[in-house]
Nanobody
Framework: QVQLVESGGGLVQPGGSLRLSCAAS????????MDWFRQAPGKERELVAT???????NYASSVKGRFTISRDNAKNTVYLQMNSLKREDTAVYYC????????WGQGTQVTVSS
């Protein structure tokens, strides 16, 4: 059973930064990829960033240049560094692991507001 636990969300002012963490139960090297999604109120869940087992990364155009996804295999954790945050980045952020099946975390709230 794969468990993913997100943390690091909170309230931040526009232009600020946050770093989200996604801690997995067991080695993350077994996953083909790990992703960050987000879902804002009234909107569909959208893919924000992906990192593959070969450390290839991909980003949604809306966050490219501002967000960085990374992984620490020793800590079984994937991170999402979010800089220059905008109000439209407000959402619940979810971590997903892909290994045949899809595994999701419970989400962490990010609110960008002054």
């Amino acid at each position: 059973q794969v468990q993913l636990v997100e943390s690091g969300g909170g309230l931040v002012q526009p232009g600020g930064s946050l770093r989200l963490s996604c801690a997995a139960s067991g080695s993350i090297s077994r996953f083909n990829s790990m992703d960050w999604f987000r879902q804002a109120p009234g909107k569909e869940r959208e893919l924000v960033a992906t990192i593959t087992s070969r450390d290839s990364t991909n980003y949604a155009s809306s966050v490219k240049g501002r967000f960085t996804i990374s992984r620490d295999n020793a800590k079984n954790t994937v991170y999402l560094q979010m800089n220059s945050l905008k109000r439209e980045d407000t959402a619940v952020y979810y971590c997903r692991a892909v290994a045949g099946d899809y595994y999701w975390g419970q989400g962490t709230q990010v609110t960008v507001s002054s």
